[in-house]
């Protein structure tokens, strides 16, 4: 199998990808996975009606600041979600026009007020629906166009190579499959096997995703499956290193990429956050980073006193959060990540 991935004219260094997270994945999060080696970085997803109707978080999502992809030549690839050929034709434009390199559909996501709006994961469910989409999305865009799915609606609807082969046809360059249904939410195992006949059955890059933590599970997930390559989400949280860390423990390297020590890691969560705040201003920001801030302090297994986690995650004050930052880390062990 080859150490690298093709998709359209894009080659990627490694074969492992950070997965989009909606509220978590931003710029600020994505720019330290892609540091840290990550192959492909992908936007979280932007409702495409909301998008053209200029709604503000929407309108963050797309990141304009392109830059340090560029820079890694990495592609920008922005994920929309709809259901509507119109909506999305206009949203793919204004996607290019802020300087995408490729456009992923939401086939997969699960919950209820975009799948009762026949959108995200309902598209499994209505294959001549998702063909329009994926359709007209390629016909809007001289973009690559990539896909996001699951295996189906339901288990008695494992539908996954009917839609992976429609997507393909209708021009889609990269599937990647969460190997779980809609119904299955986040619950239950990922069925990594399910993903193999997709493999067979398609000539473009499949991607497994789904319950993908570390290197072994990363190996056994592309044993089973076949796949070109992994997809991480839940398990860089707090960890926005692995992704990287993976991608070049696949390509068995010498350069392995480290673990950040105490010290690294105190400086990565004072830059993330920083970070945080220039995106969203202030008030938001730190609200945002409070998610953040959670998921590294259970990776680092700090056993931080309840009161000083309680303060970290309400103070108001930007310095005095990361003065608390940094008095946990003088104060604590840091035991593993
Ligand atoms: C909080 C959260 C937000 C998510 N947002 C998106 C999203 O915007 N687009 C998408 O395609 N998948 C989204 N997902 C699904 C993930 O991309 C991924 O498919 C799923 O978490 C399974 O992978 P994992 O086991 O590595 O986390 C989200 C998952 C979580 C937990």
Not at 215 to 240: D, T, V
Request: net charge positive; aromatic share 6%; proline share 3%.
């Amino acid at each position: 199998m080859s150490e690298k991935l093709q998709i359209g004219k894009f080659t990627l260094p490694n074969r492992a990808l950070l997965a989009p997270m909606a509220g978590l994945t931003d710029a600020p999060f994505r720019t330290i996975a892609a540091n840290y080696g990550a192959a492909l970085v992908v936007s979280e997803m932007i409702a495409s009606a909301s998008l053209v109707c200029g709604q503000v978080d929407m309108v963050r999502r797309l990141n304009k600041n392109t830059e340090f992809l560029h820079k890694k030549n990495m592609p920008h690839i922005v994920q929309l979600v709809g259901n509507d050929e119109e909506w999305l034709k206009i949203g793919a434009k204004i996607v290019a026009d802020a300087g995408a390199d490729i456009i992923d559909i939401n086939f997969g996501c699960p919950a209820k007020r975009v799948v009762n709006g026949f959108a995200g994961a309902a598209l499994m469910k209505d294959a001549g629906r998702a063909f329009r989409i994926l359709d007209a999305l390629a016909n809007a865009t001289n973009l690559p166009i990539s896909c996001k799915m699951r295996l189906g609606w339901d288990d008695n609807n494992i539908n996954v190579v009917q839609i992976a082969k429609l997507a393909q046809n209708a021009g889609a360059q990269m599937i990647v499959v969460h190997a779980r249904t809609r119904q299955q939410f986040y619950k239950g195992k990922a069925r990594w096997e399910l993903v193999a006949p997709v493999v067979k059955a398609l000539n473009v890059p499949v991607i497994i995703n789904g319950d993908i933590v570390d290197e072994k599970s990363a190996k056994l997930a592309l044993q089973k499956s076949n796949a070109a390559g992994i997809m991480i989400g839940r398990a860089a949280l707090g960890a926005p290193w692995l992704v990287g860390q993976i991608g070049a423990a696949l390509q068995n390297k010498e350069t392995m990429i480290k673990t950040p020590n105490k010290r690294q890691l105190k400086n990565l969560i004072l830059e993330h956050y920083q970070n945080i705040l220039s995106e969203y201003g202030t008030y938001i920001g730190v609200r945002v980073a409070r998610k953040h801030l959670r998921y590294y302090m259970q990776r680092a297994q700090m056993t931080i006193d309840k009161n000083i986690m309680r303060e970290l995650l309400t103070e108001q004050k930007p310095n005095n959060v990361k003065n608390k930052i940094k008095e946990i880390f003088r104060e604590q062990t840091y035991l593993a990540a």
